[in-house]
């Protein structure tokens, strides 16, 4: 009647598989992981950080939270977080509430806008990056009246240099 | 030649570096066009001001921004303006031309000033390479900005076909700046501060 097996507790699930290659940056806190196995289609939002260490298609919408593409990450989808580091690969929009990171082994495809953004030494990256984002398209068309005297000048040492060039 | 003694490898020291961001406080709001791949000492030293960064690396795909036959400059100046991705409501600031344009043909040269202009004001500025020796090829480099005076050189295994243009040539056929001053660097090149025509 009693099942003695069931009353044994069973072992804790093992997020050891993934705590290696988890970033240092987020490892004091908790966060939800999408192993290198899992494919994803869709939206992911959700109330935690996440590191995405395995394929996602779609969108990620964590706007109060961390967000990390590990290194075997591979995202095609527009990322908005708190924080977000890429140590893999994005094909898609970045935001970032605080910061945006791209470490060395990162590639990004696509547009950052977040107030301090890092491009690592050997991080791949094409795309624009805008740490404005309050107010960029009131910036973007306003002309800066301030010129200094040198550069508002008629060409100097032209003729010279024109003459040097051949 | 006017590289930084004793600052590290490929550093080279810039006069003209200051004088393209001169009245552009820290904080202040700076649009910037770089015709380089994403530069991680660029995006460091433009942090200091509410930046918008445009990075579009023409020489991925140079054969795309070749002329061909067709003599209708429209669709060179229309794969010019899908590669730039530029959103429309972007005005520029500064273009880092870096030595792009000595690696495309005058055509080229034509589209890209054609496509640029209406992104320009009249303070707008632009900073690149000029050509002393016209036989002498350059090193390939990826550009950066190290600080306020220094630029970052880093070599490339890439080896495009380079023109050597002189500065004669692209005044006139890069009409959407306009050379403003010229100072001599390493390799028998020269820097050259652009401006509004």
Known sequence: MFDKRKETPEPPPEPAAVAPSTPKEFTSRSSAVIGKTINIKGTISGDENLIIEGTVDGSVDLPQHDLTIGESGKVTADLDAKVVKIDGEVTGDISGGEKVIVSKSGSVRGNIVAPRVTLEDGAKFKGSIDMDPSDSKSTASTPKPTLTSSTSAEPKGTKDLDKAAG | ?197
Do not use: C
């Not at chain 2, 870096?98 to 500025?125: C, G, K, Q």
């Open chain 2, 1 to 197: 030649m006017s590289e930084a003694q004793g600052q590290g490898p490929g550093l080279v020291y810039s006069r003209l570096l200051p004088e393209l961001f001169a009245g552009y406080e820290d904080g202040e709001p700076l649009t910037v066009l770089d015709l380089g791949t994403g530069s991680s000492s660029t995006v460091a030293f433009l942090s200091r001001f509410k930046v918008r960064i445009f990075f579009a690396d023409l020489l991925e795909h140079p054969t795309s921004l070749r002329p061909g036959d067709d003599p209708n400059p429209l669709g060179l100046q229309h794969a010019i303006a899908r590669q730039l991705a530029l959103p429309e409501d972007a005005m520029l600031d500064v273009v880092l031309l870096w030595d792009y344009l000595h690696y495309i043909e005058l055509e080229t040269i034509e589209a890209l000033s054609a496509v640029l202009l209406p992104r320009l004001h009249r303070n707008s500025r632009g900073y690149g390479f000029g050509a002393l020796h016209g036989r002498k090829p350059a090193d390939a480099n990826r550009y950066g900005i190290a600080d306020r005076d220094h630029l970052l050189a880093q070599p490339t295994d890439q080896e495009p076909q380079y023109y050597a243009h002189s500065q004669q040539r692209l005044s006139e056929h890069f009409a959407a700046l306009r050379i403003a001053r010229g100072t001599l660097l390493r390799e028998g090149r020269l820097e050259l501060l652009f401006d509004s025509p």
